[in-house]
């Protein structure tokens, strides 16, 4: 290879560099990384892979154990949406996810920290997904005290979600249900 095609060949690849590098931003309060496995993985705001042109939080396996799982998740107060039922929607992609990702929803309430939960494990993407819509819809009881939701990923790869909504809806909305053995015994925060 001549000379001035090394340097030209080397100037774009840095330029592809910095461009990935600037195409990420930090990850916005008050999102945050929960899970069992929460340091093996690292979230962000990627401003290339996107539905809605504005940017999606990502979630990615980065280093360390690979068995559990990770979340990227909000907390809110269920205040106002007690004794409603309620979605979170997403649009959701994946890129080489080995085991399985999806959105999730938690309600807790006193003494109850799944007074509600659902996290997709029935309805898993694996592997590399384009981008679709996913939603998770569960009833907020009268004593309820907090709701979280996101997305988790369990094992590596990386998990995208953007142009999201919470919303309550009608009770003619079916309810998400977990497999009775699959429900988790605390929170899964």
């Known amino acids: 290879m001549k000379p ?12 592809l560099w910095v461009a990935a590098a600037e195409s990420v931003g930090k990850l916005p309060p008050p999102w945050f990384i929960g899970g069992d496995q929460a340091t093996s993985y690292e979230a ?7 539905s ?18 990770a979340s990227l998740t909000q907390s809110i ?3 106002r949406y007690l004794g409603q039922r309620i979605r979170f929607r997403a649009m959701i992609k994946t890129h080489e996810v080995s085991n399985w990702a999806g959105l999730w929803m938690q309600v807790q309430a006193p003494k109850r920290p799944n007074a509600a939960f659902y996290n997709s494990s029935d309805q898993p993407l694996r592997g590399t ?10 009833d907020v009881p009268e004593d ?4 979280s939701f996101g997305v ?18 009608g ?17 899964i925060l």
């Open 152 to 169: 988790i990923t369990v094992g590596r790869g990386q998990v995208w979600i953007d142009e999201l909504s919470f919303e309550i809806v």
């Open 129 to 138: 997904t384009a981008w679709q819509v996913r939603s998770v819809t569960l």
């Open 4 to 15: 001035l095609h090394v340097i030209v060949a080397a100037l774009a690849a840095t330029c």
């Open 77 to 79: 107060s269920a205040q």
């Open 144 to 147: 309820a005290s907090m709701i």
């Open 52 to 69: 809605s042109g504005k940017g999606a939080k990502f979630l990615r396996y980065a280093q360390g154990g690979d068995k559990g799982y």
């Open 44 to 50: 962000g705001i990627d401003n290339v892979e996107t």
């Open 171 to 187: 009770k003619d909305k079916p309810v998400d249900v977990m497999p009775y053995s699959k429900l988790p015994e605390k929170p």
